[in-house]
T-cell receptor, first 113, second 111 residues
Framework: DTAVSQTPKYLVTQMGNDKSIKCEQN?????MYWYKQDSKKFLKIMFS???????INETVPNRFSPKSPDKAHLNLHINSLELGDSAVYFC????????????FGPGTRLTVT | KQEVTQIPAALSVPEGENLVLNCSFT??????LQWFRQDPGKGLTSLLL?????REQTSGRLNASLDKSSGRSTLYIAASQPGDSATYLC??????????FGAGTTVTVRA
């Protein structure tokens, strides 16, 4: 059973398009996260939700909008995609807050052309 | 703002040698420290989690130590194997729910 899953695994799209990435966890965790890993492999937190409530909102363009329909799902919608959005996006979850071990999904490689 | 540094950036050792990976962080007010492994094109796998009140954690051939006061953690991998080849990431958890990552150490174990 996959603990944290993301779809799609690969996403190739053109500049200006709108796209969504979905994340689901079956661990019963309360907290979910979105991270971005750039070309230099540096991982940075973007958003975090705890029980469907936004608790971390880093300095990201407002073209990025997370949505948590329930505590098992955290989706990421990106409007007006730009070349600089090309990266690998990882979803993660933890039991409650960052004091607990985080479990990561396999990542979604987004390429904007 | 928490800054996490990992040295060295890359490491190549012959099979059987012990590995020592270093992680340093600037703010000692941490919740925990987590070591991850990332294989090329794959997600992150959690290896060890050390709570701020702990000084070390062990799992099989892996041992991680934590010295909060000096802002350091070390991951030891005993008797390395080619299958240990991967990038190892150190991440520091703070009480604002954030996990701050280092850039990683890429390890190659030569058969």
């Amino acid at each position: 059973d996959t603990a944290v899953s993301q779809t799609p695994k690969y996403l190739v799209t053109q500049m200006g398009n709108d796209k969504s990435i979905k994340c689901e966890q079956n661990l019963g965790h309360d907290t979910m996260y979105w991270y971005k890993q750039d070309s230099k492999k540096f991982l940075k937190i973007m958003f975090s939700y705890n029980n469907k409530e936004l608790i971390i909102n880093e300095t990201v363009p407002n073209r990025f909008s997370p949505k948590s329909p329930d505590k098992a799902h955290l989706n990421l919608h990106i409007n007006s995609l730009e070349l600089g959005d090309s990266a690998v996006y990882f979803c993660a979850s933890s039991q409650t807050s960052a004091s607990y071990e985080q479990y990561f999904g396999p990542g979604t490689r987004l390429t904007v052309t | 703002k928490q800054e996490v540094t990992q040295i060295p950036a890359a490491l190549s050792v012959p099979e059987g040698e012990n590995l020592v990976l270093n992680c340093s962080f600037t703010d000692s007010a941490i919740y925990n420290l987590q070591w991850f492994r990332q294989d090329p094109g794959k997600g992150l796998t959690s290896l060890l989690l050390i709570q701020s009140s702990q000084r070390e954690q062990t799992s099989g051939r892996l041992n991680a130590s934590l010295d909060k006061s000096s802002g350091r953690s070390t991951l030891y991998i005993a008797a390395s194997q080619p299958g240990d080849s991967a990038t190892y990431l150190c991440a520091v958890g703070s009480n604002d729910y954030k996990l701050s990552f280092g850039a990683g150490t890429t390890v190659t174990v030569r058969a």
